[in-house]
């Protein structure tokens, strides 16, 4: 299949301004030169510790943002660079599921209004023609008909993740940024919401970022992965071929801390790798490989000149001189 998503050296610099003339002394390097393609009907797993820029890159692949540098095609269009104003033909094709169902539905708003309002915005239908949607899409949910003229006040964490997905599908979007959709939930509800959104994805052919730092979540549901480390992504793999056999230091170390849930494959305790000091500014990233202040294997190139991220074996995209000579 084709790649509904390509995104190329995306870059998002925040810039620091101080002194009483707000000067620019520098920027914030959240986002600094990405790359990757997601296949119509995919599910690419974004991973990486908190800070490393995996939420900021999921909001500049949608446009939330006016990105610093690159390029992003979603469904044929490029959409990097066009203004904002531009955009809004092309919302209705690519939407968001944020972390945060509390913060994210306004409370003063009934259920149905809410996942009703991107219907206001983007359709002149009738009033009965978007209560017919509203419903199909709780339906499709799976919340009760019957909620639709209550507040978010009264409803779990749970249910109010399904209504900010039911209003995510409401212009029937292929594309669906999910931001640590499950974070923010009990235990207990979190395969729930996982599950809906697999099911989600079979039924209407939905193609999924799916950004997190749970890496077993991660396992289960992308079909690859993306690692990223200090604004960068340091690996891409098929998701088997990234477990079982990580490349990239920094994703050896990641994966070593994750419980192994196949006991023939179960990691001895020595083979847990720590990682020795902090992950660096990302307004001051190390000179060459951004991963050289803490990489176990960490070679004099490696502290001036960057890796370049490109496939070592089909499929399999690392940045790191360790793979450069693999050919
Ligand atoms: Fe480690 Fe060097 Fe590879 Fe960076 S390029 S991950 S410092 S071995
Ligand atoms: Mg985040």
Redesign the pocket.
């Known amino acids: 299949s084709a790649a509904l998503v390509q995104v190329r050296d995306l870059k998002m610099h925040f810039p620091i301004y101080a002194g009483l003339f707000r000067r620019q002394v520098g920027s914030v390097k959240a986002v600094d030169g990405v790359s990757f393609d997601i296949m119509a009907g995919e599910t690419l797993g974004l991973v990486g510790e908190s800070g490393c820029g995996k939420s900021t890159c999921g909001r500049a692949v949608l446009r939330l943002y006016d990105i610093t540098g690159g390029s992003i095609t979603i469904d044929g269009r490029e959409i990097g660079h066009v203004p904002q104003s531009a955009l809004m033909g092309m919302r209705p094709t690519m939407q968001m599921v944020f972390q945060d169902p509390q913060a994210s539905l306004n409370p003063r708003m009934t259920v149905a209004a809410i996942i009703g309002e991107p219907l206001d915005e983007h359709t002149d239908w009738s009033k009965a023609q978007k209560l017919d949607r509203i419903y199909e899409l709780m339906d499709q949910v799976g919340l009760n008909r019957q909620f639709a003229h209550r507040y978010p006040h009264a409803f779990s964490g749970g249910q109010r993740q399904r209504i900010g997905i039911a209003r995510a599908l409401a212009l029937k979007p292929k594309f669906i940024v999910c931001d640590e959709p499950i974070a923010a939930l009990d235990v207990s509800i979190q395969a729930q919401v996982v599950n809906l959104l697999e099911t989600l994805q079979d039924e209407l052919g939905l193609t999924y970022l799916f950004i997190s730092h749970d890496l077993s979540m991660v396992r289960h549901i992308a079909d690859r992965v993306a690692v990223m480390y200090l604004g960068q992504v340091?690996e891409l793999a098929p998701r088997e071929a990234l477990y079982h056999n990580p490349l990239?230091?920094?994703t050896q170390a990641l994966l070593s801390a994750v419980p192994e849930p196949d006991p023939a494959r179960a990691q001895t305790p020595q083979s847990r790798i720590i990682l020795r000091g902090d992950v660096p500014s990302p307004a001051d990233p190390p000179k060459?490989?951004n991963?050289?202040t803490r990489?176990p294997?960490?070679?004099a190139?490696?502290k001036t000149e960057a890796?370049i991220f490109r496939e070592v074996t089909p499929g399999r995209f690392v940045?790191?001189?360790?793979y450069e000579t693999v050919n």
């Not at 940045?319 to 360790?322: D, G, N, P, V």
């Open positions: 340091v990239h230091p920094y060459g490989c991963f050289c990489c294997q960490v070679m190139r490696c890796p940045a790191c001189h360790l």
